[in-house]
């Protein structure tokens, strides 16, 4: 007899481990038992308004014990791909706020604010200025390259619904006539490497997260599980409007069963 292969899992982490400064009830357990009980995860995220230091002592506050290693954000691996692909090595003009630029000049990508040969945009709230959107939409005119770390519409701030890059990402495409290479979730390209990190199968994977169209429905094309919680942005309203079909739905991450750990 076969013994069944235990699942790996990608997990979000706003909405999911954490939510409204708050940690979610139960999750600190949960990612003490999977790593106990020997499942491989790791924390996948389209945070972009902090580096991976940040958000790993971020999580670390809340009593959630991870190496800083377990995170795949966005912004690393759009630091990532810019360091393989700029074979120029012109560098990277940022549309990002806070220390976010730490995780580009870690993979040794120069910042500059003429003649890039990126243009690189996440999530800059206060920092999305006329003056900083039309450097970007010329520097795209002039020929540079555009990537996203993330194309979300909005997420789930402290103090409510927030607009995030992907309505920015869309208004310099629609400037520009440019198309921006998205880099974060739900881009294969960003799962592949979690993927790849942790020597997992889409088909062993699970995906759990609370944005249905970058979490569940992005992991569901790319072959995985994906289940839903109910701990962030979107809701039960939303499942239906939306029409997509988690594999699951949990209250929280902490209801995570001990049949899905097989
Ligand atoms: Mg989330």
């Given at each position: 007899?076969?013994?069944?292969i235990?699942?790996?899992f990608?997990?979000?982490?706003?909405?999911?481990?954490?939510?409204?400064?708050?940690?979610?009830?139960?999750?600190?357990?949960?990612?003490?038992l999977?790593?106990?009980?020997?499942?491989?995860?790791?924390?996948v995220?389209?945070?972009?308004?902090?580096?991976?230091k940040t958000?790993h002592?971020i999580?670390?506050?809340?009593?959630?014990?991870?190496?800083?290693e377990?995170?795949f954000?966005?912004?690393?691996?759009?630091?990532?791909y810019?360091?393989r692909t700029d074979?120029?090595?012109?560098?990277?003009?940022?549309?990002?706020?806070?220390?976010v630029?730490?995780?580009?000049?870690?993979?040794?990508?120069?910042?500059?604010e003429?003649?890039p040969?990126?243009?690189?945009?996440?999530?800059?709230g206060a920092e999305?200025t006329?003056?900083?959107m039309n450097k970007?939409?010329?520097m795209?005119l002039?020929?540079a390259?555009?990537v996203?770390?993330?194309?979300d519409?909005y997420?789930?701030s402290?103090?409510g619904?927030?607009?995030c890059?992907?309505?920015?990402?869309?208004?310099l495409?629609?400037?520009?006539?440019r198309?921006?290479?998205?880099?974060?979730k739900?881009s294969r390209?960003f799962?592949?490497?979690a993927?790849?990190d942790m020597?997992?199968?889409?088909?062993d994977?699970?995906?759990?997260?609370?944005?249905?169209?970058?979490d569940?429905?992005g992991?569901?094309?790319?072959g995985?599980?994906a289940?839903?919680?109910?701990?962030?942005k979107?809701?039960?309203?939303?499942?239906?409007?939306?029409?997509?079909?988690?594999?699951?739905i949990?209250?929280?991450?902490?209801?995570l069963?001990?049949?899905?750990?097989?």
């Open positions: 007899m076969t013994m069944p235990k699942p790996s990608l997990i979000d982490i706003n909405g999911v481990l954490y939510a409204d400064h708050k940690p979610i009830l139960g999750a600190a357990k949960m990612l003490d999977l790593r106990e009980k020997g499942y491989s995860f790791r924390l995220s389209n945070a972009t308004q902090a580096c991976r958000l002592e999580l670390l506050g809340y009593g959630l014990h991870v190496r800083e377990e995170i954000s966005a912004p690393v691996a759009t630091a990532q810019i360091k074979k120029s090595c012109g560098g990277c003009f940022l549309l990002t706020i806070g220390d630029y730490t995780d580009f000049l870690n993979e040794g990508i120069k910042l500059v003429k003649n040969a990126y243009v690189a945009i996440g999530d800059a999305y006329f003056e900083r970007a939409f010329n795209l002039d020929g390259g555009f996203t770390m993330e194309k519409r997420w789930k402290p103090k619904l927030s607009l890059a992907g309505a920015y990402t869309t208004a495409e629609y400037a520009s006539g198309k921006a290479t998205l880099i974060g739900p390209r799962f592949g490497l993927l790849k020597k997992a199968k889409p088909k994977t699970v995906m759990i997260g609370d944005d249905l169209l970058t569940v429905q992991a569901q094309k790319m995985m599980k289940y839903f919680v109910k701990t962030g979107h809701n039960m309203q939303d499942v239906k409007k939306f029409g997509i079909k988690p594999d699951k949990l209250d929280s991450i902490a209801d069963s001990f049949d899905d750990r097989k």
